[in-house]
T-cell receptor, first 115, second 114 residues
Framework: AQSVTQLDSHVSVSEGTPVLLRCNYS??????LFWYVQHPNKGLQLLLK??????LVKGINGFEAEFKKSETSFHLTKPSAHMSDAAEYFC?????????????FGQGTELSVKP | ETGVTQTPRHLVMGMTNKKSLKCEQH?????MYWYKQSAKKPLELMFV???????ENNSVPSRFSPECPNSSHLFLHLHTLQPEDSALYLC?????????????FGSGTQLSVL
């Protein structure tokens, strides 16, 4: 069975400081992993995805994530936060071999950015 | 923006009302989805359609009735809802089922059941 755990329900950073949003996953097979962002009153937008190529994945808006199989983690980072990064972030796992590509969403991490 | 448009953006309804949510995609996709997003809960997949045929019903109560007249349009008909059904309902599409990593989401309908 697959699952995903976002370790923080809320993260607050100051503008210009690094962002770290933590995600751990569980999957019986080689997973595909994603980060989605949801701004207020908007739908979900794909930030980046890992599908068994390079373990360090670069996404939009300066975000990146590193797949660490030994730690079963896929943490999202950004070197310098911007006010516009304030949003809800979802870590997602897809187990193509076992589940036909269905997505399992984490509970989300709300990112606040202070001036 | 994403090519998936949902209407209305907000809906307030009583428990005895009947209403419908509409989703339209202009991406040429063949798979469409309804998700439910409740506060502080992971997104829950409700229904999946592939080439207008329902391929998944994730144990959704019968007071939610989906309809997919063609690959571009998806409806969710609502009747005799409960207050716990209040949530953000998101529509999404992908080229095909099994390609959920290529999902595009609409902005959602925020539903309040009184």
């Amino acid at each position: 069975a697959q699952s995903v755990t976002q370790l923080d329900s809320h993260v607050s950073v100051s503008e210009g400081t690094p962002v770290l949003l933590r995600c751990n996953y569980s999957s019986s097979y080689s997973p595909s992993l994603f980060w989605y962002v949801q701004h207020p009153n908007k739908g979900l937008q794909l930030l980046l995805k890992y599908t068994s190529a390079a373990t360090l994945v670069k996404g939009i808006n300066g975000f990146e994530a590193e797949f660490k199989k030994s730690e079963t983690s896929f943490h999202l980072t950004k070197p310098s936060a911007h006010m516009s990064d304030a949003a809800e972030y979802f870590c997602v796992v897809s187990d193509r071999n076992n589940q036909g590509g269905k997505l399992i969403f984490g509970q989300g991490t709300e990112l606040s950015v202070k001036p | 923006e994403t090519g998936v448009t949902q209407t209305p953006r907000h809906l307030v309804m009583g428990m005895t009302n009947k209403k419908s949510l509409k989703c339209e995609q202009h991406l040429g996709h063949n798979a469409m989805y309804w998700y439910k997003q409740s506060a502080k809960k992971p997104l829950e997949l409700m229904f999946v359609y592939n080439f207008k045929e329902q391929t998944e019903n994730n144990s959704v109560p019968s007071r939610f009735s989906p309809e997919c007249p063609n690959s571009s349009h998806l409806f969710l008909h609502l009747h005799t809802l409960q207050p716990e059904d209040s949530a953000l309902y998101l529509c999404a599409s992908s080229p095909l089922t099994g390609e959920e990593e290529k999902l595009f989401f609409g902005s959602g309908t925020q539903l309040s059941v009184l």
